[in-house]
């Protein structure tokens, strides 16, 4: 696949680095073309003919697709990308951009008066690798770290809402006093002046779950005032999840700022088609000038803490608190009860994917149903064994959702790709337990199944969802467009190999079909096997962005 080249550094008609032979599509959305993609330093220097310039390297892709590297809307890499600066996982289905920190369950900020382990405490489903020591407070100070330490793809973080509550009301069901209301804003206003890419909350997980409506809308106007973005891990994916949209529309429209809906599908056979009117409900609010976006990845399960299978109040006041009510009899049996009533999946559809257990008596990749049926307990009894056994830190795959509801996500304007997962090292730390396998191949099974299998997508709109769609709602210059001038993050692949080889029961393999991956002009991935190189820069939004 490569010729190297005498060049001569002197020559206009130079590059460091050229892509032959290969199929552009460009990202725009625009239609593919035959063009060869001169780089020079980290900057694409031109698009066409090439000939006449020599190069350094010369990678000749004939029969492969070139396409920006695709950025990844919705990640959470945030202790991963310290764990495993490769981002194996990441860099083989062609990411070469993350935006971390969604859910509300970005690293930082802590405030001063905070605990920061027990900040971290609450970060488990993406706390991957104990090993990383956590030294940092301040977005800046997080953002400093990750460039130290360096990574092989670009990373641009939220600031996390889940941090910043904890730190300034704790972990009670309550309203935040004014004064703490206060200290809320300032914190997130200084994570955004240290160059997070915006605000991200999760509603489902406490503390996040116990803010009111005029915290939220308090922090949509720190978030407006810095031009940023507010990304909403909804409250609700479940029966109430029109009125979780409403209220995210409620508080873009209420403190003028721009919003973001995280991984937007529907749980529960009884509520499939409900994405549908969701839709209709975004799309009303867009013609009416709210600021709204929508991310999905293409799978029909999810993954989240076990905890959140719980009733909210059993999860007030931390891990502690409830472990605690789990050891009592009579609050034990009311959870359980309550568990049973307003479950949402088939207990064969819980998949249990990690947790830190003294023992082998749980294995992962198991069902709920599974497990039960092994240690001769109710399922409900069984999952809270899972979540004492673990001290809450359990993380499952559940199933439940609606092809229709995620082609309907997955076709519409506003809707843009995030795989919802992590930089995973199969070889690491970060390569225990069976976790969805989303992290190794959304991107692969998007361009595999839905475009080329499925015709769902056409690949230049699916190449545009995952890369300049993304790049301009987060504000991301110079990204997600092959074109001159442009910053060379680079992807050549197979479209008839392309596919996802990670599976529930096995996820930790590596997608087919992804050929080369170029972070700013330099390779990170050739002829399909990493090069070990670290090109990737901390993305530090800005004002004027």
């Not at 009592?328 to 064969?348: A, F, N």
Request: charged residues 20%.
């Amino acid at each position: 696949m490569t010729r190297p080249q005498r060049a001569d550094a002197a020559d206009d008609h130079v590059a460091d680095l050229l892509l032959v032979g290969g199929t552009v599509v460009d990202g725009s959305g625009g239609p593919r073309r035959a063009a060869d993609v001169a780089v020079r330093g980290d900057r694409i220097v031109a698009v066409g003919d090439v000939a006449g310039r020599s190069a350094a390297e010369v990678l000749d892709v004939s029969g492969l697709i070139v396409a920006p590297g695709f950025v990844d809307a919705h990640g959470h890499s945030d202790i991963a990308v310290l764990s495993a600066p490769g981002a194996p996982s990441k860099i083989h289905q062609g990411v070469t951009t993350e935006v971390m920190g969604n859910c509300g369950l970005g690293v930082a900020p802590v405030g001063p008066r905070a605990d920061p382990l027990a900040v971290r405490s609450l970060l488990s489903i993406v706390d991957v690798d104990p090993g990383v020591t956590w030294r940092w407070r301040t977005m800046g100070e997080y953002l400093d770290t990750v460039q130290a330490r360096g990574t092989a793809m670009n990373v641009a973080a939220l600031a996390g809402h889940l941090a910043i509550r904890a730190s300034c009301v704790g972990f009670d069901d309550r309203a935040a006093a004014p004064a703490e209301l206060d200290e809320m804003c300032q914190l997130a206003g200084q994570a955004l002046a240290d160059g997070a890419a915006g605000l991200s909350t999760g509603l489902m997980y406490p503390p996040n779950a116990y803010a009111r409506a005029d915290e939220l809308l308090a922090l949509g106007e720190v978030v407006a005032r810095h031009g940023a973005l507010f990304t909403f891990h909804m409250r609700d994916y479940g029966d109430r999840l029109l009125e979780s949209v409403a209220e995210a529309l409620a508080v873009a429209e209420g403190s003028g700022c721009r919003v973001q809906l995280s991984h937007l599908a529907v749980v529960g056979r009884r509520n499939w088609g409900t994405v549908a009117r969701a839709f209709e409900m975004i799309t009303a609010a867009a013609q009416r000038g709210t600021d709204v976006g929508v991310d999905i990845y293409p799978y029909l399960a999810g993954s989240t803490n076990l905890t959140q299978l719980l009733p909210r109040w059993a999860l007030e006041g931390g891990t502690g608190p409830m472990l605690e009510r789990l050891a009592d009899p009579g609050g034990r049996r009311r959870i359980s009860d309550e568990i049973e009533r307003h479950r949402l999946q088939e207990w064969p559809d819980i998949l249990l994917a990690s947790g830190e257990f003294a023992d082998d008596a749980y294995p992962v990749g198991r069902s709920v149903a599974e497990l039960a049926a092994a240690h001769g307990r109710p399922p409900a009894e069984l999952l809270l064994d899972l979540v004492t056994a673990s001290g809450g830190t359990a993380v499952i795959v559940a199933f439940g959702r609606s092809e229709d509801d995620l082609r309907a996500a997955l076709t519409h304007r506003l809707s843009m790709i995030g795989s919802d997962g992590l930089g995973l090292d199969p070889a690491g730390p970060s390569g225990a337990g069976q976790p969805h396998p989303r992290s190794y191949g959304c991107y692969p099974r998007l361009l595999g199944c839905y475009v080329r299998d499925e015709h769902v997508l056409t690949l230049e709109a699916a190449v545009h969802k995952s890369t300049l769609q993304v790049a301009e709602r987060f504000a991301i210059p110079d990204r997600g467009l092959v074109a001159p001038g442009r910053v060379a993050d680079l992807v050549a692949f197979d479209p008839a190999r392309i596919a996802d080889r990670a599976t529930y029961e096995d996820p930790h393999q590596m997608a087919e079909g992804i050929v080369a991956v170029v972070v700013g002009g330099r390779p990170v991935l050739r002829d399909g096997r990493a090069t070990g190189e670290l090109p990737g820069v901390v993305l530090r939004r800005t004002p004027s962005r």
